[in-house]
């Protein structure tokens, strides 16, 4: 497919430039020059080697749609260590494996799983181990990949999830592609969050329940258990109220699971 639109390409660029020059065809610079323009870009977009780092499946079902509308076939790239505990580490991979298969993308695997690397890594920063370690580790990873496997582009499918840090993640893949010399193609695939979800749930792909490390596991429980208690209580479990009771209950800006049970007691089922 990727090879007859190129061929379509080239040649509608051929006659487009015989017929003008032959003087067939009349149009201003302007038409011109926005022909091709479009042509120009349909062109790099087929030819390009994008490699998309892909946290799981269901967050790439909407990015590979949205690359695939525009001429650009991703190659998926799987590297994640920092997804614990290893039964967690293999559902996903496992799941990505046969997705990949089933929609007929490249998949490209670093099979890497490192609980004690990233926890040695992280002890004395968790709060702050997304962006002082987590993304660096795994999009450097990307560029280095795509450096040494004649990749064109990098991007990721962590620009897709409504709860990742897009910012953070935008810069720091701008960073990264100046050091590389790599083009980041950026996506905000946040708009296709529910489409993705939607579609995933209707195939039956595993969908986890929390980012990915074992503190987020832990965060994400608590939340959980906490949503459930305040929904009991009578109080909207929204995210900013569940996280204002997480954010009350750390010690040295660490999560303290007893203090949070105690907090929500006191907060809910005392009675005066």
Excluded at 18 to 44: A, D, E, H, N, R
Excluded at 223 to 246: F, L, Q
Aim: hydrophobic letters at 40%.
């Amino acid at each position: 497919m990727r090879m007859r639109k190129r061929i379509l390409a080239i040649s509608l660029s051929f006659a487009f430039l015989i017929l003008f020059s032959s003087g067939f065809v009349c149009f201003s610079l302007p038409v011109i020059s926005s022909v091709f323009t479009g042509l120009i870009s349909i062109l790099y977009n087929i030819a390009m080697k994008l490699l998309l780092h892909t946290c799981c499946a269901p967050c790439s079902i909407y990015c590979i749609k949205e690359l695939r509308s525009e001429d650009i076939e991703p190659t998926l790239f799987w590297y994640n260590p920092n997804i614990h505990p290893y039964a967690e580490y293999k559902a996903r991979r496992d799941c990505l494996r046969e997705y990949a298969k089933v929609v007929g993308v490249g998949l490209r695997e670093e099979d890497a799983y490192g609980l004690d690397e990233f926890v040695c890594n992280v002890y004395d920063k968790i709060t702050t181990r997304c962006e002082d370690y987590c993304y660096p580790m795994r999009l450097r990873a990307a560029f280095e990949y795509a450096k040494t496997h004649g990749f064109d582009a990098v991007s990721t499918t962590l620009l897709y999830s409504i709860y990742q840090k897009h910012e953070y993640i935008d810069d720091l893949m701008t960073g990264l592609a100046e050091e590389y010399g790599i083009e980041f193609v950026y996506r905000d695939f946040r708009e296709g969050w529910q489409e993705g979800q939607d579609e995933a749930r209707r195939i039956g792909l595993y969908m986890q329940k929390y980012c990915g490390c074992v503190f987020s596991e832990e965060e994400s429980g608590l939340g959980r258990e906490i949503g459930r208690k305040m929904k009991k209580a009578g109080v909207s479990p929204t995210n900013a109220n569940v996280r204002k009771i997480i954010e009350a209950n750390k010690v040295d800006n660490i999560v303290r699971p007893s203090l949070m049970a105690e907090t929500v007691q006191r907060e809910f089922f005392t009675e005066d």
